[in-house]
């Protein structure tokens, strides 16, 4: 054994990991040889040397920060979901992505819910039906105008059957509902009232003039324009019917048909100074994501769904039943609004590039991300009261007192869509920018993944957009380009009024809500995508307003303060 | 679990700390507060492992920071066969590799811009501090440059073994190669910071 490997045995001997043949050897060679011993000794100071370097610990809020960077990342790898398929993952591993996705939900529900905030469901004795040129057409309709309201729920009871037994047809799911689309099927509904007692299929085709409205990402080629659909809204002069009646008459349609009916969709509409808009991907840059093929989704659809039909549940105690191949119908995403308008005037004022607002609202999200952490119980909670007192009959307008002293109004989104037409369901949600002019580019999403994917701290990509900020005013000096045209008058955030018809009263009013009932596909393989059956809308009302809510068609103007 | 990979920390002098199974299958089941704990637990150890590792404390935060991200992305994989520390360093340690790959274009350039500019580039080691003696301040100025100075593959190994105290078998299985290795790499680290460090270990003898 030459020097160097007695030498290495020596350094063995001192971390343990000699076998006892040779650790006996080394103990003899160091009981004769006071230069090995020497060689040790000088092994063990090197080894207190090393582990006496100071230690030091990092910052108190960096298991915080870990946690927000995730959140982010999550966000951007949720990017843009596209497909239920990508919900169905087999990837059991991104179940914490639920945790956020329900409390992005519920976030959205319990100010809705506790705050009451005049929410007021705008449902529907009044049905209006948007049926597709192929959708074979029921005997005359009634005038609901005239029928007492148990005859209207029976009614609508028909014409969930009817739409469930309807013929195939493109997901209504993957159509986005458009504002124009709301505006037209409540246009419709004035022309289906007054043209009473005439056979439904004599009535116009709405869903060609919903043909605007924004087809849903998975089916961007949008088939499901077509689908017949019902929506429903409730008439101005129908505020004593109690909007609940049609959520308790859905469950319990669903109940005692579970494929009939599936309740599922849900989502925002904006107020803006045009009218009343639905988040649609067509009309915005999506924050939220472009691919969002994301795996985590599944147990994120199976949380959102479990908590949402159990608070809807919760009055009457009985549990919807499972529907099948629809087990994970719901997802939502939530963004903040207040950020989006930030942003959004941002682009409108041309200070900054397209790019630099996804980053930058990327972290304004997670920044109200985190404020919402640990809400949820609170929010279900507090949904569940909400829903409760609707079913049971709550009185508006001690929802709308008790907004007076409580919470702002909810300015976030919400998009909860499902996707019954090619099986177990997606849910969609999308943040969106409205950003007419100025599209989305792959290049600037891969420029922020990238950079979330860096780990960047905030300051990095405030750096980042600073220095990109310059580059782009440089760019736009150097070439004289003309920066790219302001989009949209958007307005949105907490603080736009409403300004209503017959009414010169602001309105803190920005958004409501809209949960639509969906019929189940009749059938397996080739039968017919889902179909809406109805939908309510609930809205936050505001404290000074007539419990009589007007309609959005009836409230066209929402201008910016 | 390895009692050595639990940290001494005062809230397990008072509360009985979770196991780190038990806050790993509440991350899975989507308590993402649970990760918190965890990184809580191990992220001084893994800093000052990585700082030693990398030689910079910038960039052990920031590879800590992507070691818990990947750890988190990738924490339905973990099996529970080895501790979670030696699974996470595992991480870190490919995460520190690659870092310190990007480093060294990076310190290219660095020499690359002082030779165009003259310009140094400012010095951000953190060893002196108030209240330390100037002498210790020293040595331990010293020895961590002595370390930096030490190969990739050397530090790394070296720093597993003194700092971490771990097996010559995990070192193995974490920098992925044979037990025979580690051993002659970890001989020849000390072998290297001997010598570099041979005036003041000539002065530790005299002592």
Redesign the interface.
């Known amino acids: 054994m030459n020097t160097q490997q007695a030498d290495e045995l020596l350094s063995a001997y001192l971390d343990g990991e000699l076998s006892a043949e040779e650790q006996s050897q080394i103990e003899r060679w160091l009981a004769e040889d006071p230069a090995r011993r020497k060689k040790l000794a000088q092994l063990q100071v090197l080894r207190g040397a090393l582990q006496a370097l100071p230690r030091e610990e990092l910052p108190a809020e960096f298991p915080s920060r870990v946690l927000k960077i995730i959140e982010r990342n999550s966000l951007l790898s949720e990017s843009a979901a596209t497909t239920g398929d990508a919900i169905r993952s087999e990837n059991g591993s991104k179940l914490a992505a639920s945790h956020r996705w329900l409390r992005y939900g519920v976030r959205v529900l319990a100010p809705l819910a506790t705050a009451a905030l005049g929410l007021m469901f705008i449902f529907a004795s009044n049905f209006f039906v948007e049926q597709a040129p192929t959708a074979p057409q029921s005997d005359a309709g009634p005038s609901r105008r005239n029928l007492e309201p148990r005859a209207r729920e029976r009614l609508k009871s028909q014409e969930l059957a009817e739409h469930d037994a309807a013929p195939p047809g493109p997901a209504e799911s993957l159509r986005f509902p458009s504002p124009e689309g709301v505006q037209r099927a409540e246009k419709f509904s004035l022309s289906r009232q007054e043209n009473a007692g005439m056979p439904r299929g004599s009535e116009p085709a709405p869903s060609q003039s919903l043909e605007p409205g924004a087809p849903f990402p998975a089916d961007p080629g949008g088939g499901g324009n077509q689908a017949p659909s019902i929506a429903a809204s409730r008439p101005a002069d129908d505020a004593s019917h109690a909007p609940t009646e049609a959520l308790r008459e859905a469950l319990a349609e669903q109940q005692a048909n579970p494929d009939a009916v599936a309740v599922v969709r849900l989502y925002l509409e904006r107020m803006t100074d045009a009218g009343n808009k639905a988040l649609t991907p067509q009309e915005g840059e999506q924050l939220i994501i472009k691919d969002l093929r994301a795996d985590r989704f599944e147990a994120v659809t199976a949380s959102a769904q479990k908590s949402l039909v159990q608070s809807l549940n919760a009055p009457d105690g009985a549990p919807l039943p499972a529907v099948p191949g629809l087990e994970d119908p719901l997802l939502l995403i939530v963004g903040d609004l207040d950020a989006v308008e930030k942003w959004w005037d941002k682009i409108r004022t041309r200070d900054e590039t397209e790019s630099q607002i996804r980053v930058v609202a990327q972290v304004e999200l997670q920044n109200f991300a985190k404020e919402v952490d640990g809400l949820t119980a609170e929010i279900v909670e507090a949904t569940s009261q909400f829903l409760g007192r609707q079913t049971t009959g709550g009185n508006p307008d001690a929802a709308v007192a008790k907004s007076e002293e409580g919470r702002d109004l909810p300015v976030n989104e919400v998009v909860l869509e499902d996707s019954v037409g090619d099986g177990p369901a997606g849910v969609l949600a999308q943040l969106t920018l409205r950003s007419a002019g100025l599209p989305p580019t792959d290049e600037s999403l891969r420029e922020l993944t990238e950079a979330q994917a860096a780990g960047k701290s905030s300051e990095r990509l405030a750096q980042r957009q600073e220095s990109a900020n310059k580059k782009q005013k440089r760019a736009q000096q150097d070439d004289g380009a003309s920066p790219p045209p302001a989009g949209d008058k958007l307005v949105v955030g907490r603080a736009a009024p409403a300004r209503r018809a017959g009414s010169a009263r602001a309105s803190r009013q920005t958004a409501r809500v809209v949960i639509q009932f969906m019929a189940r596909p009749p059938g397996p393989a080739d039968a017919p995508p889902a179909e809406p059956a109805s939908s309510a809308v609930v809205e936050p009302a505001n404290g000074d307003r007539p419990a009589a809510v007007p309609t959005p068609s009836a409230s066209p103007e929402i201008r910016p303060q | 679990m390895d009692p050595r990979l639990i940290p001494q920390t005062h809230t397990q002098q008072t509360v009985v700390a979770k196991p780190d199974q038990e806050l790993i299958a509440e991350?899975?089941?989507?308590?993402?507060?649970a990760?918190?704990?965890l990184?809580?637990r191990y992220?001084?150890r893994l800093?000052?492992t990585l700082?030693?590792v990398l030689g910079s404390?910038e960039e052990a935060?920031?590879a800590?920071?992507?070691t818990?991200?990947t750890a988190?992305?990738?924490?339905?994989?973990f099996g529970g066969r080895s501790a979670f520390y030696s699974w996470l360093f595992r991480i870190a340690f490919n995460t520190a590799i690659s870092r310190t790959r990007k480093r060294r274009r990076v310190a290219v350039s660095i020499d690359a811009a002082h030779e165009q500019t003259g310009t140094e580039p400012i010095d951000m080691r953190d060893?002196l501090?108030p209240g330390q003696s100037l002498e210790t301040a020293e040595?331990?100025t010293a020895?961590?440059a002595a370390?930096a100075e030490l190969s990739e593959e050397f530090r790394t190994v070296?720093?597993l073994?003194?700092?971490e105290g771990l097996?010559?078998e995990e070192i193995a299985e974490i920098v992925d190669c044979p037990i025979g290795t580690v051993?002659?790499r970890?001989?020849r680290a000390?072998?290297e910071?001997?010598e570099r460090?041979s005036a003041w270990?000539a002065e530790?003898?005299a002592l």
């Open positions: 991350c899975l089941r989507g308590q993402s507060h990760f918190g704990e990184v809580a992220q001084n800093y000052n700082k030693n404390a935060q920031d800590c920071q992507d818990f991200l988190y992305q990738k924490l339905h994989t060893d501090r040595r331990q020895v961590r370390l070296l720093v073994k003194e700092m097996k010559y051993r002659s970890i001989h000390r072998e910071l001997r460090l270990m530790a003898e």
